[in-house]
């Protein structure tokens, strides 16, 4: 009677001890702003099946890690009726404890322990003496101790099981094992062992479409995130959900070119000024200095988060805040002129567009003649080198039979806009190119920017688009699927994915397939496919000219270098410029090819006679983009 009692006792109190602490969250997170989005839910199951039940993305980048966290998962949830069940008997409730079903379950549950155990000395001995940079300069005590608590749990079940037969032995070590579980659970919400509760909501609220930014309502006069009580509802939980793992930090390129930047700071600065009720202060006073300018909205982060946290929204949410303040940077306000009163980038006029559509022979696009529009995008209509890239997949289109046009006058597409948090811009853009493109009948889309494929593909779909948006690389593919490989001298090339393809848009195979039917040898990059470096172009830093720590385009040229390819083929104008830029800051690096695939792979095929005889393509005009 007395042991139940204090079972009573020691329940109740964890049990209350707990719901103290989580009701504080609880609070904070039904305070926030917005809603929780559960569209396309297919996605949304097939995400949390791979991520949380087979734990995908926890084994995928860090293999031996992954399997260890594998076996403690899956004892936890295996434990859960025993847990249960001995609760049960421990407060007079029920006893199923000799029942034989419990006794089979018990035998069924000894691999189980075994695999908690050994997972978690493993984790123990990595994070209390390997101490990797990601999990922080500082072992947490807390992370030892709960490790701890864990491998005795599943050593005084063995004893339970196989050593000990009832008497005082079996007594006290089953209240070992009960106090500990419950000391557990009073731990847990102050702590990152939270996200065993939390992580299976945060990875099926999550997008199901990387880097999506929902658009602001105006009517509402919202105008992005300013202070911590601003911060939405998923932006909150994950705060509370962040496992302190450092797989965002690694993955960001920013924190490895020393930046102040760093994921995963960002969000515990989110989770500490919530919980000391600092709902009034200012996000650019949580941050560290600069950071939210420092972001690349490469993805990698949000990419390599196991738990489902979407950092990207928070920062480019944190911007608009700034941008409607009229606080951004000021290397983005003649971007932001230039925007408003040519529609581009660059402030070119209409009329360097214009000359390049005619001397590359590109029609208006007409729906009953054409099957494709052909989106030029900003770099299209000035930069040199791409516009030699379009001609050249202009040329593969046409001999593919393929037919193509132009839009009589062309905007921006708005990513910079969208990404450095000028909302109102991307509004206004966005909504005229859809008008344009729905008005002239448009259903089919190729462009060889990632950054248009992402904008027209995705974020517009949110302003009624629904054509479908394909980048060069992988129609070019398609068509030349079937076609007998290029017999030339092999080539040895290296291929940098740019961030909006490989990561965004999971196109990565689409360009190897290319370079490998056309004769190249492909040598792959330190960071490569769907986990690629960024250029550091991304997030409007293409207009960056006072980047702090290493160039980050330098980085990733130093990347692309150390593979021994002279030959780096691009599938980006942005990733083009920044790398260009960083080879021309390298001394000896002369021997060194950069080329966009859609040139490559029209300059191999034309070396092979399959787009006939002469040099490719018009000579490019003489305009040189302005940055």
């Known amino acids: 009677m007395f042991e139940t009692l204090a079972f009573w006792v020691v329940v109740l109190g964890s049990v209350g001890l707990f719901s103290a602490q989580m009701s504080t969250r609880w609070r904070l997170l039904q305070a926030a702003p917005g ?172 997008a199901p479409v990387l880097g999506t930014v929902p658009n602001l309502d105006f009517e509402k006069e919202e105008v992005g995130m300013e202070t911590v009580k601003d911060l939405p509802k998923k932006a909150v939980l994950d705060a509370f959900t962040c496992v302190e793992c450092g797989r965002c930090q690694e993955a960001c390129p920013a924190f490895a070119t020393g930046k102040l930047l760093n994921p995963k700071t960002l969000i515990l600065q989110n989770e500490a000024a ?43 949410g ?148 629904e054509g479908k948006v394909v980048h060069s690389s992988v129609l070019v593919e398609q068509l030349t699927r079937y076609e007998r490989p290029v017999h030339l001298e092999e080539e040895a090339v290296t291929f940098h994915d740019p961030c909006y393809l490989g990561r965004y848009a999971g196109e990565h195979e689409a360009p190897r397939a290319l370079l490998e039917r056309h004769g190249a040898a492909v040598s792959e990059p330190e960071r490569t496919k769907d986990n690629p470096f960024c250029c550091g172009a991304g997030g409007g830093l293409l207009f960056e000219e006072h980047e702090s720590g290493t160039r980050i385009s330098q980085e990733r040229f130093d990347q692309l270098k150390a593979t021994g390819a002279n030959t780096i083929v691009m599938g980006c104008p942005f990733c083009s410029i920044m790398l260009k830029g960083a080879k021309a800051s390298t001394p000896g690096t002369d021997d060194i090819q950069m080329v966009d695939l859609m040139t490559w792979t029209e300059g191999r095929l034309r070396k092979a006679g399959r787009l006939g005889q002469g040099e490719s393509g018009a000579e490019a005009p003489q305009e040189q983009a302005q940055g």
């Open 318 to 465: 944190a911007r608009r805040g700034l941008a409607s303040n009229g606080d951004a940077p000021e290397y983005l306000a003649p971007v932001y002129n230039n925007l408003e009163r040519r529609g581009n980038l660059w402030g070119q006029t209409s009329e360097a567009r214009q000359k390049f559509v005619a001397s590359a022979q590109l029609e208006t696009f007409d729906p009953a003649r054409h099957e494709y529009l052909l989106w030029l995008g900003c770099a299209g209509g000035t930069e040199p080198d791409f516009q030699k890239s379009l001609r050249s997949l202009a040329e593969i289109l046409r001999a593919q039979g393929k037919t193509f046009g132009v839009l009589s006058k062309e905007r921006c597409t708005g990513d910079v806009a969208k990404r450095t948090g000028n909302e109102y811009q991307f509004q206004e853009l966005a909504t005229a190119n859809v008008d344009d493109m729905q008005n002239a009948g448009v259903k089919k889309v190729v462009t060889s920017c990632p950054h248009c494929l992402k904008t027209l593909g995705h974020d517009y779909k949110q302003f009624g688009f």
């Open 35 to 206: 809603e929780f989005s559960f569209d396309q839910l297919p996605s949304r199951i097939e995400r949390f099946v791979t991520e949380v039940v087979f734990q995908s993305k926890v084994i995928g980048r860090r293999r031996w890690v992954g399997l260890a966290h594998l076996g403690v998962f899956w004892g936890f949830v295996a434990f859960g009726g025993y847990t249960l069940v001995e609760t049960l008997h421990g407060l007079g409730i029920a006893d199923l404890t000799h029942t034989t079903a419990f006794r089979v379950y018990m035998y069924l549950l000894a691999p189980f322990s075994i695999g908690v155990l050994a997972g978690i000395v493993f984790l123990a001995i990595r994070r209390g003496i390997l101490q990797p940079r990601a999990l922080g300069p500082t072992v947490s005590k807390e992370s030892i101790l709960i490790a701890g608590f864990i491998a005795v749990l599943m050593i005084t079940f063995l004893l339970d099981l196989f050593v000990l037969d009832g008497g005082l032995a079996a007594r006290v070590n089953w209240w070992v094992h009960m106090l500990l579980i419950f000391t557990f659970l009073v731990l847990i919400p102050d702590s990152k062992h939270l996200h065993l509760l939390l992580s299976p909501g945060t990875v099926f609220l999550k």
């Open 274 to 316: 919530l919980l000391e009720g600092k709902a009034e202060a200012k996000l650019v006073d949580v941050y560290d200095p600069g950071v939210l300018w420092q972001c690349t909205t490469c993805g990698a982060c949000e990419d390599a988060c196991p738990v489902g946290i979407e950092h990207t929204p928070v920062i480019i």
